[in-house]
């Protein structure tokens, strides 16, 4: 037995076509003045070199072999990182879905069943006078015997599955720029607790110092209080501020301990000490870095080229929204053999069946929730371009910002080293006048603390000179090579 089935098209949906013209409503443009072009320059700070030190590999802008070794910890262990390529994993499965939906989808049914009709109908009054084979009456009830093969397969006639695909590619895309991104933010990261860790560490030695330092000033003053050139209250002063040296001391020590966690969270691992470099940590100085030019940066940083893929994957989407405006056409067709007993299911070409189908759908009811989702999609492609042009500012910003700092830094640090010069000479000078009784506690107990502070903010600022190198390899895109 042959069984054919044929959808043909109707005049109905023909004249609902020509009623809805499957005409799509337009889409916003996507340009922006910002996007269209960017600054020659960073502003009042300029580079004479083109060239851009993002391009270096990190390992070859960090020289401290130490940092490079916590570094190689953390792009294995870090659980940040980690979720950002389970992100990626997802994203490329999206592809292969959207990939699929292109093909045909095949496959095999078997079904078994069995139906009585009552003897008074059309069915089972054909079915009491046929007989399957002469003398052979048609069972009642009816068994069914079923094994077949099917396909479906949507035509992809405006492009809809492909633009789908194509902004699934694109997002994949932006999950690995994503990455990149992640990347250049930790080891930005790493590298600034690391300069902060030996920053505190030279901080520690030079409290020390002080301690040790106003310790024999303080045995200075007993001696004196003994021959009666000096007084208790003095005595006091200085024991008071050995004792503020040391409650700094300990604070420094619980920001080694707080910093030293810090890393090795970053790394994913348990608390243990840092290995680090132990040399004059005022002597280090900051990776030199050429800016290049603003243009670089939308080829360097992978949240600049990450927000530009977001924006190319939300235009597709615009595009796979208006699709649905238009009918599509559905391709469906089955072969296979069925047969009221198993015997039969073999018998050519009686049990044979086959059917083609073609379906062709144009929306009419729904077509608001078509727009609603057109509208929603072409926002969305707004928001993209919104956030790329943001995006692309902070950037500029960022690296503008960061050349300044490391400008005005220089100079900073340039007259806190004369001022920690002159204080140092100070308190030899204020120690020896205070031996020979000719300047007060007070004098002494001020240049030591203003020695003090003067050398702590000496330190800092040598810190934010590292850490400003390591901000604008991070702003100009350096890091995830």
């Known amino acids: ?49 083109t ?74 009054a054909g079915d009491a006078t046929t007989e399957i084979k002469p003398g052979s009456e048609t069972p009642d009830p009816l068994p069914d015997f079923t094994i077949a093969a099917y396909a479906n397969w949507e035509v992809d006639i405006w492009k809809k599955l492909r633009n789908s695909k194509k902004a699934a590619v694109n997002r994949y895309l932006a999950t690995v720029e994503g990455k990149n991104f992640v990347i250049t933010n930790l080891i930005a990261e790493i590298a600034d607790s690391y300069y902060e860790l030996l920053a505190l560490d030279t901080q520690l030695d030079i409290v020390k110092q002080t301690i040790t330092l106003q310790s024999n000033a303080l045995e200075i003053v007993k001696v004196q209080k003994q021959a009666a050139r000096a007084t208790e209250l003095g005595v006091k002063k200085f024991e008071a501020e050995v004792l503020t040296s040391k409650s700094l001391e300990f604070d420094i020590l619980q920001q080694i301990k707080e910093n030293e966690n810090k890393i090795n969270f970053l790394l994913g691992r348990y608390p243990q000490e840092i290995t680090r470099t132990h040399n004059d940590f005022l002597a280090m100085l900051p990776a030199a870095v050429n800016s290049g030019i603003p243009s670089q940066l939308l080829m360097n940083r992978p ?59 144009a929306p009419l009811i729904n077509r608001n929730a078509i727009k609603a989702e057109f509208s929603s999609a072409n926002a969305r492609q707004l928001q993209a371009l ?26 900073g640090y340039d007259l806190k080293s004369k001022q920690v010069e002159a204080l140092n000479t ?5 120690n020896d006048l205070f031996k020979s009784a000719r300047v007060d506690y007070f004098e002494v107990l001020m240049t030591q603390r203003d020695a003090l502070e003067a050398k ?15 901000h604008v390899y991070r702003d100009l895109g350096g890091g995830w090579k």
Request: aromatic content about 8%; proline content about 3%; hydrophobic content about 40%.
């Open 1 to 49: 037995m042959y069984k054919v089935k044929l959808y043909q098209y109707s005049i109905a949906l023909g004249l609902c076509l020509a009623v809805t013209g499957c005409k799509a409503p337009a889409a916003e443009t996507t340009t922006s003045p910002l996007s269209a072009a960017v600054p020659e320059g960073f502003g009042a700070v300029k580079s004479q070199d």
């Open 51 to 124: 060239t851009n030190t993002a391009t270096l590999k990190w390992k070859d802008f960090f020289k401290d072999q130490n940092l490079n070794d916590l570094i190689d910890v953390a792009l294995k262990n870090n659980q940040e990182l980690n979720m950002t390529l389970q992100e990626i994993e997802i994203a490329k499965n999206d592809i292969r879905v959207r990939k699929g939906l292109l093909l045909p989808t095949a496959g095999i049914r078997a079904g078994a069943g069995i139906e009585k009709v009552g003897r008074y109908t059309s069915q089972g």
């Open 303 to 361: 949240d600049v080229k990450q927000a530009e893929l977001e924006l190319v994957a939300a235009k597709l989407d615009v595009k796979v929204a208006r699709a649905e405006f238009y009918p599509s056409l559905d391709i469906s067709a089955a072969i296979g053999v069925q047969a009221f007993k198993p015997s039969y299911l073999l018998t050519m070409p009686e049990s044979l069946l086959y059917s083609l189908a073609g379906d062709l759908v």
């Open 386 to 411: 919104y956030n790329y042009d943001k995006t692309i500012l902070n950037a500029y910003l960022e690296v503008s910002t960061q050349l300044s700092k490391i400008e005005n830094l220089q100079k």
């Open 426 to 430: 100070s308190i030899d000078v204020s």
């Open 456 to 470: 702590l903010e000496l330190i800092d600022t040598k810190k934010e000179q590292l850490n400003a190198a390591v």
